[in-house]
């Protein structure tokens, strides 16, 4: 919920370093090489003659279809794995979109002082005000659904959090000893900003970018599951998810294999994201 | 990398010009966001009388409804027509709906403020409860396993959660309605879904400071001062940490006040993101732009209170 | 002309359990209302959408208002359980020789649920209203065939010369030319008699302050959430209604209706698709099956004055790609494929019509003849119901397969109506027509004639020999059913839109409620009872 609501608040300081990152990592490669390395066992989209049971109902998980059919005699194992491909994709260049704006807002913000600083800052804090999950519903119901226009939804709500870590982070390093010294040799301050600083904060935006990945495919889900996201008949878990509740009882399937998916993706990405960030904090305080 | 949202400093010249200042702050704050959805949703191509009766009855029928709703003026008078509204206590009419936007919005705003109280002490019931014990366990399987649970909790989305909760208390264990409002009863299942997948979020924040203050100097010292374990825990440890929980419930509580839109829909939850939901897909404009006021206002307003609550619980930020 | 009703009716009744015979779920299709009427008790329903408007001049194209509407207002005529029109606030009504004048006799003593007398002048103010182009009601367009309405409605008249009240328990309705049917229409929901004093009192907001002579008061309206009618203790005819209270939840998913009824919660419910197998297979509500077979017919339309679907061929050969019986499967059955506009249970349905069938090759070869042996690329626009997601996705797939490569744009209804007419939207879409007063006249009429286009001829369909054979049928009394279905054969081969299905719709009851399916008002209230075991 609140993940969802506020989008990627990292930071959470995470448990010891563990073999959790590996299971994640294990977990993530092998969901990849389904996703993108096996083929379909069916064409997603199409209608199977022998798809639905006579009066026209999905049929359960066996041999043929493991996943079962869906209500329009698709294989839902191929739709699984075409869906996932997508989910994941959104994932990562949706992340990549809201971390770019938010850390392009945080080195502005974070590196001036003055109006432009401040601007930027009440501004982000602004932003903070809007009903999130209101505001991309609303977004993507203008923008009408499509893939691209999702990717502007993603990267227009949840920019927010990166700016604000990112400012944070790029005033407490220019506060920092060797900051001031490389200014007194002379080193330009753009310079400074882009050789010294930004590479010094780059694990944290690595955090801020993984973190945003299972962000994004959450938010995804939600809108395509309120069917204002990617629309059928692509398949999405989000709206596979939407399509099969109405069957929860007679056809579980239909909402559990696209849901068990969805969370063991997620968990996976935020392993991985734990384990960046328990990378990175560790080597900022070697640093300090 | 910061742990809460940057807290306001009272500043030295004291408690009324802080408070002042964050009141300034919260209307601009509402301005804009009312501002941005109003230039928004007047992009979308559809107006609400077409919406509604497009298709059905004459173009110069719509006209004239539009004009007596005054949906046919330029952009920026209906804006300044909305301030204006605003100022008289009006927020609109939904023609969708065929409703008062303010009597509207009025209406649902018990169901989700119940929901949204319930659904953030249970994610705290269940958050700190969780992560206490593991802080307490730290390092044993117990830890792992609650914590492993957590990481797992915090992939299901609200919308899956609901569903599984649906069909488990409709047919494995029928003590709860699934559905609809009225009784305490109806709250209990709404409420869990943002309880068990808020609460992941809690159980982690809080253990990872627990742990933290735990190896701080100062729990330490009390300790070998020979206080007793459970009061240094509990005076110290827990009190320390919880200051980042206090952020974070502010940020949710404003949140679920502006409607938790999927969880509503699921459990037919009659509050205002079921609301903004069917204004939404409904493009009606004067109900979007209601919902999204009052929400930011409530988003907004319980920040300003944690903001005020704080220092009672820093021992570090005093308003003097 | 009443008689002639009458016989209509009866054969309408016929055609119904005739084809009821060989739908693929055998139930009772006649109204289950056994054992002697029992008074008390609530029924409590759920529905799916939220419920639009209890204005009746409003209660359109949405059928779920009309119902509530019925179940509130009284009209001068009304439907008895099947589709015979009996008087309701008239106690009699004579119609001339020549089809034109219909006089209306008023029972006594009538009053509004509020205690307040219903008069002629609330009659007369009803129509006017109803017509009045500020009213904007989408039913106006029905009621052009009273004298002087056109002159009212084109603003050069005061008042509609043609309905009159020579005293105060008389109502007189002059007509420009017969229509057999035309107490059909008056028994619809926008022809209710409203209240002048509470319309005046409630100019902006009556819906929400419905106030009618019907069975049922509105106890409580929620927008969004419920409504509960009450039992109208005025209600004019005695004994009636039986039940004290009518709950409908609105806005209820799909599952939780059924999981409500299956509790015991709920008196009766609709089958969604994903409950076929529990409820109407399960033997432990297979006996309480209700079923219907409505007046629809489904379509997939087409804009058929833009390209490609100007072009007949093009149109045809859509018409042969869709596979029919496999839209049938995805409705567990509960359907029959579409060969002609009219329903089956309406007077003029031709069981041997022809129809398309599904012939790949044949489609291929038409889109060949009209130069697109390629294929084109196109839109469906459709409501994001569960069950139209399904059979908009099973089209879109059998278009692909003759090279048609369509996305499909989904919207909620309110979207969809907004931008459905509109000339320059939505080249392909899926709806449906449920009759409006249960003559097949309707149905070409609405679809077919230039001057609706835009508004319900969503498919600015022009074919001036069919509009003037439709305007023959108007009137005509003579032969009108081997009329029907030749106008029927000659619009069905220029192909305005892909035929897909006639739907047949499944409800089930708690074994102690006495319901049935009305053909054309769905629910009506004040016939149901619970026996309350």
């Known amino acids: ?288 | 990398m910061t742990l809460t949202r940057p807290r306001a400093v009272v500043p030295a010249s004291g408690f009324p010009r802080f408070l002042a200042g964050r009141l300034v702050w919260l209307l601009a704050a509402v301005v804009v966001v009312v501002s941005a959805t109003f230039v928004l949703i007047y992009v979308i191509p559809a107006d609400p009388v077409s919406a509604v009766l497009g298709g059905r009855i004459q173009a110069d029928q719509i006209e004239a409804i539009k004009a007596r709703y005054g949906f046919d003026l330029p952009i920026w008078q209906q804006y300044l027509r909305f301030w204006g509204g605003l100022f008289r206590g009006d927020l609109g009419f939904s023609f969708a709906t065929q409703q008062d936007v303010g009597q509207a919005i009025a209406a649902r705003a018990g169901a989700t403020a119940a929901l949204a109280v319930a659904g953030l002490l249970l994610s705290l019931l269940i958050g700190v409860g969780t992560g206490v014990f593991a802080a307490l366990m730290r390092g044993t399987w117990k830890d792992r396993a609650a914590m492993g649970t957590v990481v797992l909790g915090m992939g299901v989305p609200p919308f899956l959660m609901g569903l599984v909760l649906v069909f488990v208390f409709a047919y494995l264990l029928p003590v709860f309605p699934v559905s609809g409002y009225g009784s305490a009863a109806h709250l209990v299942l709404p409420a869990l879904t943002i309880g068990l997948t808020g609460g992941a979020y809690y159980a982690r924040l809080l253990r990872g400071r627990l742990v933290e203050v735990m190896d701080a100097d100062f729990v330490r010292a009390s300790r070998s001062r020979g206080m007793r374990e459970s009061a240094v825990f509990v005076r110290h440890t827990l009190r320390n940490s919880f200051l980042p929980v206090l952020t974070w419930m502010g940020m949710d509580l404003g949140y679920f006040l502006s409607g938790v839109i999927a969880v509503e829909a699921i459990f037919a939850w009659p509050g205002i993101g079921t609301l903004a939901y069917r204004a939404i897909t409904d493009y009606d404009t004067p109900m979007i732009v209601g919902t999204v006021l009052v929400s930011a206002v409530a988003i907004v307003t319980v920040n300003l209170i944690i903001d005020l609550v704080y220092p009672l619980l820093d021992p570090r930020m005093a308003h003097r | 002309m009443l008689r002639k009703t009458v016989t209509a009716a009866a054969l309408l009744l016929t055609s119904v359990a005739l084809l009821t015979g060989c739908a693929p779920a055998q139930a009772p299709s006649a109204p289950v209302l056994t054992g002697p009427p029992v008074t008390g008790g609530t029924f409590h329903m759920a529905l799916a959408s939220d419920l639009p408007t209890l204005d009746p001049a409003q209660a359109g194209y949405d059928a779920t208002s009309w119902s509530m509407v019925v179940a509130v207002f009284s009209s001068l005529v009304d439907y008895d359980e099947g589709l015979g029109v009996t008087g309701d606030l008239a106690e009699t009504w004579t119609v001339s020789e020549d089809g034109l004048t219909y006089a209306f006799q008023l029972r006594d003593g009538l009053n509004f649920s509020d205690g307040s007398p219903l008069t002629t002048d609330d009659i007369l103010f009803s129509f006017n209203r109803l017509l009045d182009p500020d009213t904007a009601s989408p039913g106006s367009y029905l009621f052009s065939n009273i004298a002087g309405a056109a002159d009212y409605m084109d603003g050069s008249a005061d008042s509609i010369s043609g309905i009159t009240a020579p005293d105060k328990s008389n109502v007189v309705i002059e007509l420009v030319e017969p229509q057999p049917y035309f107490a059909n229409i008056l028994a619809m929901p926008y022809a209710r008699i409203m209240s002048e004093a509470q319309v005046k009192k409630y100019p902006e907001d009556i819906s929400q302050h419905a106030l009618g002579s019907g069975p049922f008061t509105v106890e409580s309206l929620t927008p969004g959430q419920e409504l509960v009618l009450a039992r109208n203790p005025a209600y004019f005819i005695p004994g009636k209604p039986y039940l004290d209270k009518v709950q409908v939840d609105l806005n209820v998913s799909d599952q939780t209706r059924v999981l409500e009824f299956q509790r015991g919660d709920l008196s009766i419910t609709d089958v969604p698709a994903a409950a076929y197998q529990e409820l109407v297979q399960g033997k432990d509500f297979a006996p309480y099956v209700v079923q219907n077979e409505d007046a629809t017919t489904y379509f997939l339309g087409m804009k058929n004055n833009q390209a490609p679907f100007d072009s007949a061929e093009v149109r045809q050969a859509l018409n042969y790609a869709v596979d029919k019986d496999r839209l049938v499967q995805l409705l567990n059955g509960r359907g029959t494929v579409a060969s002609q506009l009219t329903p089956p249970p309406l007077p003029g349905f031709d069981p041997d019509a022809k129809g398309y069938e599904h012939d790949v090759k044949k489609a291929k070869d038409l889109l060949a003849q009209a130069g697109y042996a390629d294929g084109f690329s196109s839109e469906i626009l459709t409501v994001n119901d569960e069950q139209s997601m399904r059979v908009v996705q099973s089209i879109s797939a059998d278009l692909a397969k003759v090279g048609v490569d369509v996305t499909i744009n989904a919207v909620d209804q309110s979207t969809f109506y907004a931008t459905v007419g509109a000339e320059d939207q939505a080249p392909m879409f899926f709806t449906y027509w449920l009759n409006y007063y249960p003559d097949a006249y309707d149905f070409f009429a609405s679809l077919l004639l230039p001057e609706n286009a835009g508004g319900s001829n969503m498919f600015y369909y022009s074919n001036p020999d069919v509009e003037a054979k439709i305007r023959e049928l108007s009137s005509l009394t003579e032969g009108r059913a081997e009329a029907i279905q030749a106008l029927d054969a000659e619009v069905t081969a220029t192909a305005p839109f892909v035929y897909l299905y006639h739907s047949i719709t499944q409800n089930v009851r708690q074994s102690d409620v006495s319901y049935y399916i009305h053909p054309v008002h769905l629910w009506r209230f004040a016939d149901y009872w619970i026996s309350g075991e």
Do not use: C
């Open chain 1, 1 to 288: 919920m609140t993940a969802l609501m506020q989008g990627p608040l990292v930071a959470l300081a995470p448990p010891r370093a563990s073999r959790r990152p590996l299971v994640g990592g294990v977990a993530l490669a092998l969901l990849v090489v389904l996703f993108y390395v096996l083929p379909t066992p069916y064409d997603p989209n199409e209608q199977l003659a022998d798809g639905l049971s006579p009066i026209g109902f999905p049929l359960a998980p066996g041999w043929t279809h493991p996943f079962g059919t869906d209500p329009l005699g698709r294989d839902e194992l191929s739709r699984a794995i075409v869906g996932g491909r997508l989910s994941l994709l959104i994932g990562v260049v949706g992340s990549l979109v809201a971390t770019a704006i938010g850390s392009l807002v945080g080195l502005l913000a974070g590196s001036t002082v003055g109006w432009l600083s401040n601007g930027l800052m009440r501004f982000t804090d602004i932003f903070m005000a809007f009903p999130y999950l209101l505001l991309a519903a609303a977004l993507q119901s203008v923008l009408g659904p499509g893939i691209g226009n999702l990717l502007l939804v993603v990267g227009a709500v949840s920019w927010v959090n990166a700016a604000r870590v990112v400012t944070a982070q790029v005033r407490a390093e220019s506060s920092l000893d060797y900051v001031a010294a490389l200014r007194t040799l002379g080193v330009p301050r753009w310079r400074v900003l882009l050789r010294h600083l930004l590479p010094n904060i780059s694990p944290q935006v690595m955090v801020l970018f993984t973190t945003g990945i299972s962000y994004t495919i959450l938010l995804e889900a939600t809108l395509s599951f309120l069917g204002l996201g990617i629309q059928p008949p692509t398949a999405t878990w989000g709206n596979m998810i939407r399509e099969g509740q109405a069957y929860f009882s007679s056809a579980p399937w239909l909402v559990l294999a696209p849901g068990l998916l969805l969370v063991v993706v997620v968990t996976a990405v935020s392993l991985i994201s734990d384990a960046v960030s328990d990378r990175s904090s560790k080597g900022l305080k070697g640093f300090r």
